[in-house]
């Protein structure tokens, strides 16, 4: 089955400690990205990438990084979480090309930090 | 003023009414036109797809673009229970580059009552 699959689902920690949320996608794409999902701000890209080693800022990059080291995994990592950072995560894949907008995402994973 | 402006809702139907789920928009140069379905807990789906103006129908859903007005419909006949959900307007300009970056709405939640 095509999907995006993102680990964990839920996870509670405490500021400062550093985190990796996983987004492995099965489909072969180029594209992938993180968003983060809040009441009131709606869906906001944190990074991008179009391929292998090629990672770029999306609008809120602050506090995150990414690695796109496999075609399929595009971790995002929080070295030094902070409450503002609690949030709705979602990964996202496509292919590249022209008129090829269609955006598959994974299930998200939900984000508390105290 | 944000680029797309989307009514948050919550709206409420009985089953088998018409939906009509409307986003406007201030940048003339948005050319692809999408509509999302999120189900509680889940990555928001693609629904419909427009590529400029004009209308495209599948099934039980009518997208229509009117790019004179800025304005953007999303069309439900004969709703269901299981159209429940968050649709989520997306649009993006040609010239956007290779991310060709998604400006979101904020999404009109969707209650169709048995």
């Known amino acids: 089955e095509a999907q995006v699959t993102q680990n964990p689902r839920y996870l509670i920690t405490v500021t400062g400690k550093k985190l990796t949320v996983t987004c492995s996608q099965n489909?072969?794409?180029?594209?992938m990205s993180w968003y983060r999902q809040d009441p009131g701000l709606g869906l906001r890209q944190i990074y991008y990438?179009?391929?292998?080693?090629?990672?770029d800022k999306g609008d809120v990059p602050e506090g995150y990084k990414v690695s796109r080291k496999e075609k399929r995994n595009f971790p995002l990592i929080l070295e030094s979480p902070s409450p503002n950072q609690t949030s709705l995560y979602f990964c996202?894949?496509?292919?590249?090309?022209?008129?090829?907008?269609?955006?598959?995402f994974g299930s998200g994973t939900q984000l508390s930090v105290l | 003023q944000k680029e797309v402006e989307q009514d948050p809702g919550p709206l409420s139907v009985p089953e088998g009414a018409i939906v009509s789920l409307n986003c406007t928009y201030s940048?003339?140069?948005?050319?692809?036109f999408m509509w999302y379905r999120q189900y509680s807990r889940k990555g928001p789906e693609l629904l419909m797809y427009?590529?400029s103006s004009g209308n495209k129908e599948d099934g039980r859903f009518t997208a229509q673009v009117d790019k004179s007005s800025k304005y953007i419909s999303l069309f439900i006949r004969d709703s269901q229970p299981s159209d429940s959900a968050t649709y989520l307007c997306?649009?993006?300009?040609?010239?956007?580059?290779?991310?060709?970056?998604?400006?979101w709405g904020l999404g009109t939640s969707l209650a169709v009552n048995p």
């Open positions: 427009t590529y």
């Open positions: 489909m072969n794409h180029e594209y």
């Open positions: 940048n003339s140069a948005f050319q692809y």
């Open positions: 996202a894949s496509r292919i590249t090309g022209y008129l090829n907008e269609k955006l598959f």
């Open positions: 990438s179009m391929n292998v080693e090629v990672t």
């Open positions: 997306a649009m993006s300009a040609r010239n956007a580059g290779n991310n060709r970056k998604l400006i």
